[in-house]
């Protein structure tokens, strides 16, 4: 059987994070959450940096740690925490800057049935507004409506990135592309006091993606980063706290466990739009087709995945518009299993190593490290 990895109801969360770190900075503040900043170990702090590390799963570090002396230096400081599900950036950036939940902001998935189409939802299409799209308040509009600054580093082309609007609005952006640049960038506006800030780093999700997350390419990206973050700690500013997150984990599949819809016609027929990614898949079928398909897949697949009715992903993905989003069926695949669709996807998106967005540990489970 497969071994899923929910959280518990007192689970430390993602969508804690944020509220713990303004907390850290005044409990009066719009979104402050201080009980979340004592289980999560954010102490009282005049300024607050918080790291964000695409695709840094808990496991995956845990076996590699070695290999980062500045972040195995904190372990003791380190909480295991549950990204939200989907385990996927576009829900989890947007659940760490919302405080809610992927059925409550949209932000269901990689990308979402639109139209005839299919649309991601880290860029969005031209005709939709992401601010639209996604309903829910950021916790850096709140705190802007209380005058209180927050910069977001991240490289130039995310400023005004369909997620970005989404789930970070509120905040000043600063583009940079190097660690080095990023770094200064974040240094500086420690240094000219602004209050909160944002610095997002993406290279150890991408290698993984390319590579793999067991590969040594991976390692050296994780050893590049934790040589950076070295220099970042040494030039913190006196009174800043460093906080370091992620959105999701991630594992290595490979052909072999890949299921190509265009090749297994138990997954292909009657359905309309495969959305949502290789291991978290909304499944739309044709009208009248719904129950039907959903069984087939579920038949299908057997304990290679977890076939959820709407009404059972509801309870997962939380109470909201998003739900709406995912089609007659959403798959959550176990191990190392995936599906594809290789009439619709790029040769590119179908060989990705490293993949996410499914219930396993190595895929759900992230670091909250407070790092000095």
């Known amino acids: ?58 496991l995956p570090l845990q076996r590699r740690i070695g290999h980062a002396p500045v972040l195995r230096a904190h372990r003791e400081e380190t909480v295991c925490a549950h990204t939200v599900i989907p385990s996927t950036t576009a829900a989890g950036i947007t659940a760490f800057g919302t405080g809610c939940m992927p059925g409550q902001t949209r932000m269901v998935g990689y990308s979402v049935a639109h139209g005839e189409g299919v649309m991601n939802l880290l860029a969005f299409e031209e005709d939709v507004d992401p601010e639209q799209w996604q309903p829910c308040e950021t916790h850096f509009e709140r705190l802007a409506r209380a005058g209180v600054e927050a910069a977001v580093i991240s490289p130039p082309q995310f400023a005004y990135s369909g997620l970005t609007r989404a789930a970070l609005r509120g905040s000043r952006h600063l583009g940079a592309v190097s660690l080095d640049a990023r ?125 959820m009715s709407p009404q059972e992903a509801r309870q997962f993905l939380g109470e909201g518009p998003g739900c709406d989003l995912v089609g007659d069926a959403v798959v959550f695949m176990a191990e190392r299993y995936g599906v594809v669709d290789s009439r619709i996807q790029t040769p590119g998106a179908i060989g990705l190593v490293g993949v996410h967005g499914s219930l396993t540990e190595d895929e759900m489970l992230i670091p909250v490290m407070r790092l000095n």
């Open 1 to 58: 059987m497969a071994k899923w990895c929910l959280p518990e109801a007192d689970s430390p969360r993602l969508t804690q994070v944020l509220g713990a770190c303004i907390a850290a900075l005044d409990p009066s503040l719009p979104g402050a959450d201080a009980r979340a900043a004592q289980r999560l170990g954010v102490p009282a702090a005049g300024q607050m940096l918080v790291i964000f590390v695409d695709g840094l799963g808990y």
């Open 183 to 307: 770094i200064d960038a974040a240094i500086r506006e420690l240094r000219a006091g602004t209050p909160l800030v944002y610095l997002y780093w993406s290279e150890i999700d991408h290698t993984g993606h390319v590579h793999g997350v067991e590969s040594p390419e991976w390692t050296a990206a994780l050893e590049e980063f934790d040589a950076g973050l070295r220099s970042l700690l040494a030039r913190l500013p006196r009174g800043v706290m460093a906080t370091l997150t992620a959105d999701h984990g991630m594992i290595d599949v490979s052909p072999s466990t890949l299921f190509d819809c265009a090749s297994h016609p138990a997954l292909s027929e009657g359905v309309r739009i495969i959305a949502g990614e290789t291991r978290s898949i909304h499944v739309h079928a044709q009208p009248g087709c719904g129950e039907e398909v959903r069984q087939r897949w579920a038949d299908y697949l057997g304990e290679r995945a977890w076939v």
